[in-house]
Nanobody, 124 residues
């Protein structure tokens, strides 16, 4: 069983930064961030393999967002820089507990556990 709790959301101006943190209990194989803007489908943002630390980032945020593991192994962070108004969304933390034989990190159906989300708002 994995329990997830996001924090760090807020309101910033364009070109500003936010750092989101997801605290996750229990064993996990991979963790990810997704986001959902009003009226839009949930969108993959970034993922990290918990074992080897390899990261996978959506082309929409590549070069601006970075996903990383916390030093104590219980958190995953999403550092969001150079924010744009189109980044405004509810950001969700997700975890995959079971081993992924054929990983598809960008697919929301791959993740077994989800946090409740945290709102990030970027104003012009």
């Amino acid at each position: 069983q994995v329990q997830l709790e996001e924090s760090g959301g807020g309101s910033v101006q364009a070109e500003g930064s936010l750092r989101l943190t997801c605290r996750a209990s229990g064993r996990k194989y991979a963790m990810a961030w997704f986001r959902q803007a009003p009226g839009k489908d949930r969108q993959f943002v970034a993922a990290i393999n918990w074992s080897d630390g390899r990261t996978y980032v959506s082309g929409d945020v590549k070069g601006r967002f970075t996903i990383s593991r916390g030093n104590d192994g219980s958190t995953v962070d999403l550092q969001m820089n150079s924010l744009k108004s189109e980044d405004t969304a509810v950001y969700y933390c997700a975890a995959r507990q079971r081993y992924m034989y054929f990983p598809k990190y960008s697919e929301y159906s791959e993740y077994e556990y989800w946090g409740r989300g945290t709102q990030a708002t970027v104003s012009s």
